[in-house]
């Protein structure tokens, strides 16, 4: 490969909450490990890989010059976003008017969701549902309605649409938040299934905030399908979110963007995220997307794909022939792994509780699923060199699941 993927990266003392957050009382992070075993961060959902050099190089270059002051984002900010959008998601038509900043993907859906509700409204998402979106909406007075995500006989997480209408109905809901692909269970979700969820909301007029900050971490095999792609209603009725943060691991220099073609949403949204005054964009976060997406960047994201869809095929393979009673989903997009733990439990008569922190006590800083509506689950960052998963699958084999 031409670059690095294999190299441990030290990020102990750099600001990486996923490493020296570990063990700070009330953080929310998962508990240092114990004397003899060094941290595998595996919890929150960003890379353990440099970024592509191009992203360094841009805001470098940019930084010699001694002048910070107020700015405009370049043309080539906006060129860059049409251009990544063109060539990965096929997406035709896109101009600068369609594309806002915003400070972060999560601040766009309220952004959106201030829009399209009012306060103590009721939003369909689905279930299990990201920590984030959680956390969002009942800050700012939203009430969540899911609709349980179910898996088929190939077992593949597939959406309930009758489930989906009942509660839309019965809740009188007109906004729906959709993560595509979705986080924690890492489906890419089918042209037939987006259609028909559009459909849905359609009849029933329910506007959507399509989450799409991992729609270049497809694994090998499947592809994105941008939600608006799907028919001129769903262009019209979906603020689209995305970000070069996930792909790049960039989320600490702050920075997303909005896809809107409505353009009575658009200058809604655009006069709702201004009432703040903080939705701005910073001057080498702009730079920083510029780097991302040079072709350097397109063909970083190619490696990194191969990367991490070998590393999902070991953990999926290793937990299946090792660890009895512990099932997963194969992913199709995204670095996460939702691991059910349910029958193990109940076989060892254990709780997801000693589950999390036997592998915490290790090293395996990996994650409470209850966070994300996984009743008895833990969700597994995969973004790391091979011989780490490997590494943690070992210590989760001799200390957790088979000790």
């Known amino acids: 490969m031409k670059y690095d993927f294999t190299t441990i990266m030290d990020r102990r003392g750099m600001d990486a909450i996923a490493v020296d957050g570990l063990g700070v009382p009330g953080s929310g992070c998962p508990d240092a490990p114990k004397d003899g075993f060094d941290p595998i961060p595996m919890w929150v959902a960003d890379m353990n890989f440099a970024t592509v050099p191009t992203v360094q190089e841009a805001m470098i270059e940019r930084a010699k010059h001694p002048a910070y002051g107020y700015f405009s984002p370049r043309k080539e900010y906006f060129d860059s976003i049409i251009k990544w959008q063109e060539t990965r998601n096929h997406v035709q038509g896109l101009t600068p008017e369609a594309i806002g900043y915003e400070n972060g993907v999560l601040g766009g859906v309220i952004t959106a969701l201030n829009v399209f509700c009012s306060k103590g409204d009721k939003v369909l998402l689905h279930s299990p549902t990201y920590v984030g979106f959680t956390q969002c909406m009942t800050n700012n007075g939203y ?235 833990v969700r597994i960052n995969l973004a790391l060199p091979l011989s780490r998963v490997k590494e943690a699958l070992e210590r989760m084999d001799r200390y957790v699941f088979n000790a």
């Open 143 to 377: 009430d969540m309605v899911l609709s349980p995500l179910k898996k088929d006989r190939d077992n593949i997480w597939r959406m309930d649409f009758q489930d989906m209408e009942k509660k839309i109905v019965e809740n009188k809901i007109h906004a729906a938040v959709f993560c595509s692909p979705h986080n924690p269970c890492g489906r890419v979700w089918e042209r037939w299934e987006l259609e028909e969820a559009m459909e849905l909301f359609k009849k029933h007029d329910v506007f959507v905030i399509s989450d799409e900050i991992w729609s270049d971490l497809t694994l090998e095999g499947y592809h994105h399908i941008p939600t608006q792609s799907v028919s001129e209603d769903a262009r019209m009725r979906t603020v689209a979110l995305y970000a070069p943060s996930k792909t790049f691991n960039l989320a600490g220099l702050v920075g997303s963007y909005h896809i809107v073609y409505n353009k009575w949403i658009r200058e809604r949204m655009e006069k709702e995220s201004s009432l703040s005054h903080y939705n701005s964009m910073n001057v080498l976060s702009m730079y920083a997307l510029i780097g991302a997406y040079k072709p350097e960047g397109y063909e970083w994201v190619d490696e990194l794909r191969e990367v991490l869809t070998e590393n999902v095929d070991y953990a999926c393979g290793y937990i299946r022939e090792h660890f009895k009673g512990v099932k997963v989903s194969r992913p199709q997009g995204t670095y996460m792994l939702f691991a059910d733990c349910t029958d193990w439990c109940r076989e060892k008569e254990k709780t997801i509780d000693d589950v999390i922190h036997a592998g915490w006590d290790v090293g395996v800083a990996w994650q409470d699923g209850r966070q994300f509506h996984g009743p008895c689950h």
